[in-house]
């Protein structure tokens, strides 16, 4: 509908008389914007260039199943500035959690949806280590394009190129360093971002 070129708004309007919500997942965020300008039903961001705002309420729904809430807990997030990332972000301002991104030189995350977050009282610190992200964590969500999934993870694996640099960046060391309870959200095989050791480390919670 949208892709042979149907005007956005016109497809709004008249979805609106049939259904009682829309989810839309697309690329640009102003086609959601423009979505939901016109339609006449409720409008649910499935996933856009700049914001993943489902998969963050399903990591925070992990987070509250196996640490009984997200408030007050610290945060860790290691991957470029994505759209996962600024999701992360304006979860943080609106649920009171504190967060820390690692995240490469070149990466950062889109000033103005940090600078809103900010403005809404939210603590977010980008760092350039995964370890001075992970100090001290309650959860760690990790991202990493090229990884598969293992079934029923439990550590976020979602968009950072691997590259020499970043390979390996999260390991026992890191681990260490992080609360005792720390839950990593969604788990990659090894030999990406995570190493093998610490996939291996893990298997109990898989």
Request: proline share 4%; glycine share 10%.
């Amino acid at each position: 509908q949208l892709g042979r070129g149907e005007p956005i708004k016109d497809t709004a309007r008249v979805l609106s008389r049939y259904v009682d919500g829309i989810m839309i997942r697309t690329f640009a965020h102003a086609e959601v914007i423009e979505l939901a300008e016109f339609a006449t039903v409720p409008i649910i961001n499935g996933l856009t260039d700049l914001l993943h705002p489902c998969q963050i309420l399903a990591d925070v729904l992990t987070i509250r199943q196996h640490l009984g809430g997200v408030e007050g807990r610290k945060v860790a997030w290691i991957g470029d500035g994505n759209n996962m990332a600024h999701s992360l972000i304006e979860a943080a301002s609106v649920m009171g959690f504190d967060l820390k991104l690692g995240v490469p030189h070149g990466y950062d995350p889109d000033q103005a949806v940090t600078a809103t977050a900010c403005a809404r009282g939210g603590h977010v610190d980008v760092v350039r280590s995964a370890k001075a992200a992970v100090e001290g964590a309650d959860v760690v969500v990790e991202a990493d394009r090229y990884a598969d999934c293992l079934p029923g993870a439990d550590l976020v694996v979602l968009a950072l190129p691997l590259t020499p640099d970043t390979e390996g960046m999260i390991g026992r060391n890191e681990l260490e360093m992080m609360e005792p309870h720390a839950w990593l959200v969604n788990l990659a095989r090894g030999g990406h971002i995570v190493t093998d050791d610490l996939v291996w480390a893990l298997e109990n919670d898989i």
